[in-house]
């Protein structure tokens, strides 16, 4: 039955992104930005009544962060502030702090399979490829946001950190993160540049309905009972592992002579 649900609401935020990667600015701000406001209270509300088992601060400032992210995101995208290079430029930072923000979660855990992740999410960071390419605006009619110097292995590296992240942090959530992490993966695997874009949507439309719906979402997917001290200790093991060979590899690749600097032999 798990796997179904899991295909099932991959199957949904898989047509949310295809939906928002269209002509339709003012249903992204209306969603993600005015119904954002508007549920703000009815969380709150719920929050006190003690039916988000699964939120804390992270969570709060994470659903606001990435909200913003969608908004912001669309506003490059249909307005005059996605002719500014610097606005492109900003919007690239977005994605280490939205990192950095794991990262201090897990640093501030009593736990050394936490510290682990977040030394992890540290060489993530680190190895985000090309940056001094920033984003690119498209020139058609859906100016799509891409980021074009993103790799795959970048790209498989981000899912599995982020996974063991939400895997040791909110267990409870780990099955639902195998479809939220695993579209923007699918379409990162076959078109790269638009895995950051896609990244962004199922995010916030998960967050969105999590914190709308947390009596009907979590406990139909409770994946508490994945967690045990052995499997956290071993997945965030794997995660560093990972993050070092492909830290090394990118370390390596950067050390190498361009073909255009090397001699020529007399």
């Not at 796997?3 to 993600?32: K, T």
């Not at 990435?66 to 995208?77: E, N, Y």
């Not at 690119?136 to 950190?161: K, M, N, P």
Request: proline fraction near 6%; glycine fraction near 6%; charge should be positive.
């Amino acid at each position: 039955m798990l796997p179904l649900l899991i295909l099932a609401e991959a199957a949904v935020l898989f047509l949310v992104q295809a939906v928002l990667r269209r002509n339709y600015p003012w249903l992204a701000w209306g969603v993600f930005g005015g119904l954002t406001l508007l549920l703000t209270p009815q969380w709150i509300g719920t929050h006190l009544s003690g039916e988000f088992p699964f939120v804390d601060c992270f969570a709060w400032v994470k659903q606001y962060t990435i909200q913003f992210c969608v908004c912001w995101v669309t506003a490059l995208r249909f307005t005059s502030l996605g002719q500014h290079p610097w606005a492109l430029r900003a919007t690239v930072l977005l994605l280490p702090i939205n990192i950095l923000e794991a990262v201090v979660e897990d640093f501030g855990r009593d736990h050394e399979a936490h510290w682990l992740v977040a030394i992890s999410g540290v060489l993530l960071i680190v190895g985000i490829p090309n940056p001094e390419r920033s984003l690119v605006l498209g020139s058609d009619s859906r100016r799509e946001v891409s980021y074009e110097g993103v790799t795959r292995g970048w790209i498989l590296e981000y899912t599995l950190w982020n996974w063991a992240f939400v895997f040791l942090n909110f267990p409870m959530l780990a099955a639902h993160h195998l479809a939220v992490l695993g579209v923007p993966l699918w379409i990162g695997m076959r078109e790269p540049r638009r895995w950051l874009l896609t990244r962004t949507y199922t995010l916030a439309t998960h967050l969105l309905l999590m914190f709308t719906f947390p009596r009907l979402l979590v406990p139909t997917m409770d994946t508490t009972y994945w967690t045990t001290p052995q499997r956290e200790s071993m997945v965030s093991a794997l995660c560093l592992i990972s993050m070092s060979s492909f830290v090394l590899r990118c370390v390596i690749r950067w050390q190498r002579p361009s073909p255009t600097h090397q001699h020529r032999p007399a």
